[in-house]
């Protein structure tokens, strides 16, 4: 997938939701071929992340601006940072402010709140992942935000890996029938399937799955889970199924009520990710802002 692509897409029609119209204040207010310099400045500390983004924005606005980075995506900012710099014609810069910024403040946003979910988790082995619970049209800048947080990407789309769910289950009848007819055209993705009490675990795990999804159980419901599948008796696993350092076949995934006061308590469970649903769809925006700094 070509994130470059993907984010020159996205930033056109965001563009297009700004500038529709044209830009009737800047036309009336600046003059002609002025020209400015620009400050991006980090008005709060955070995780940065959507540069090259905001770099796409005054591009596609005026291919003559020029962006300057002075700080990457990943790194930690603090309040009066001068994260870029953007230098040509003013109205240009005007125009492409807002969008610039409203990517530049969502993303960091994203990877700052990653980046205090994997703080929790440190040293516990347990792998902090998104979901697809993000905003329409914006996965896959999410998704990239996420890295730059320290976390892990989970599925992007429904063709990755067979997630058998809830709503699945039922439409099967069960764990088993639903995991058999998997097997009967499977490809050679990973097989997860979700468990909400401690019988589906033991089916999942007598099924042959890659990985358990654990939805919405109490810490101490999740350490008899990781017990449960750690003794459990189960078939050879397949090569495909063993990630690079796993300890334990099938992996077992945490989510739902995943919070920063508990995180810290369901990764010292044992379990080998957990997913986090909000990293995405509830992440404060890292508050940025653009200053003119010079004319000419």
């Known amino acids: 997938m070509n994130l470059e692509a993907i984010a020159v897409h996205t930033v056109k029609l965001a563009l297009t939701e700004d500038l529709w119209g044209g830009d009737v204040t800047t036309q009336a207010v600046v003059p002609p071929g002025a020209r400015a310099t620009a400050a991006l400045i980090a008005k709060a500390a955070g995780v ?27 790194q ?9 710099r953007v230098r040509g014609g003013a109205a240009g810069i005007l125009m492409g402010e807002r969008t610039a910024l409203n ?3 969502h993303l960091s946003g994203v990877a700052t709140l990653t980046a205090r979910f994997v703080r929790r988790a440190r040293g516990t082995g347990a792998v902090i992942l998104d979901t697809r619970k993000t905003l329409p049209g914006l996965r896959v800048l999410e998704k990239y935000a996420v890295q730059k947080g320290g976390g892990e990407n989970h599925r992007m789309g429904l063709g990755d890996m067979y997630l058998v769910k809830d ?14 007819r998997i097997q009967a055209t499977r490809q050679e993705l990973l097989l997860e399937v979700e468990a909400a009490s401690f ?24 350490r008899t889970a990781v017990e449960i599948v750690d003794n ?29 006061d508990n995180v810290k308590d369901i990764a010292a469970t ?27």
């Open 167 to 180: 709503n699945h289950i039922r439409a099967a009848g069960s764990i088993a029938a639903a995991v058999e």
């Open 232 to 260: 459990h008796p189960k078939p050879p696993a397949p090569a495909r199924a063993r990630r690079k350092g796993a300890k334990r076949w099938p992996e077992l995934e945490v989510s739902g009520g995943v919070s920063l």
């Open 48 to 74: 940065l992340a959507g540069l090259d983004v905001a770099r796409l924005v005054f591009h596609e606005v005026d291919p003559e601006l020029v962006f300057e980075p002075l700080a990457k995506d990943g």
């Open 103 to 105: 990517f530049l403040c």
């Open 199 to 222: 019988e589906e675990v033991k089916e999942a795990c007598e099924a042959g799955v890659d990985r358990i999804l654990l939805d919405n159980l109490t810490v101490e419901q999740i």
């Open 270 to 296: 044992g379990v080998d990710f957990i997913s986090v649903g909000a990293l995405t769809h509830s992440a404060p925006a890292l508050d940025l802002s653009l200053e003119i700094t010079g004319l000419g």
């Open 76 to 84: 930690r900012v603090q309040p009066g940072l001068e994260v870029a």
